[in-house]
């Protein structure tokens, strides 16, 4: 799967991004397909620059733009603001799933309960 990203460059504390075509597996910094922009957040002007026309041949073909590029092309009006958030996060994912469990237990427990109340009215008659 090809991805369009962002790539850190600059110095500490400095950074300067360009915004590069590569496959989704291959690290950060790695040598990519093409460079397609850039992306300056310290500068106070034309902080975001593409090639539109490259970027619409990538998207064309089926590369995946992450969000953060998707939402610097919204922002600078290159595109139109359909973007979807990213899936929740895995902690609450995590913490939906032990509440649900322990309401299920919750629920388990008074079922036994219950039942043993039963067990022991009959047993009394």
Do not use: D, F, H, P
């Given at each position: 799967m090809v991805k369009i990203r962002l790539a850190r460059f600059g110095k500490k504390k400095q950074p300067t991004y360009k915004v590069?075509?590569?496959?989704?597996?291959?690290?950060?910094?790695?040598?990519?397909?093409?460079?397609?922009?850039?992306?300056d957040p310290f500068a106070k002007k034309d902080k975001f620059k593409i090639d539109q026309d490259r970027y619409k041949y990538w998207i064309d073909n089926g590369a995946q733009p992450t969000y953060t590029v998707k939402s610097l092309m919204v922002i600078n009006g290159y595109l139109k603001a359909d973007i979807k958030k990213p899936t929740t996060k895995?902690?609450?994912?995590?913490?939906?799933?032990?509440?649900?469990?322990?309401?299920?237990?919750?629920?388990?427990?008074?079922?036994?309960?219950g039942s043993k109340k039963e067990e022991k009215s009959k047993s009394d008659k």
């Open positions: 590069v075509v590569t496959n989704a597996r291959t690290k950060r910094n790695t040598l990519a397909l093409e460079y397609l922009g850039s992306y895995k902690s609450e994912v995590k913490k939906e799933k032990t509440e649900s469990k322990k309401e299920e237990e919750k629920e388990a427990v008074e079922v036994k309960a």
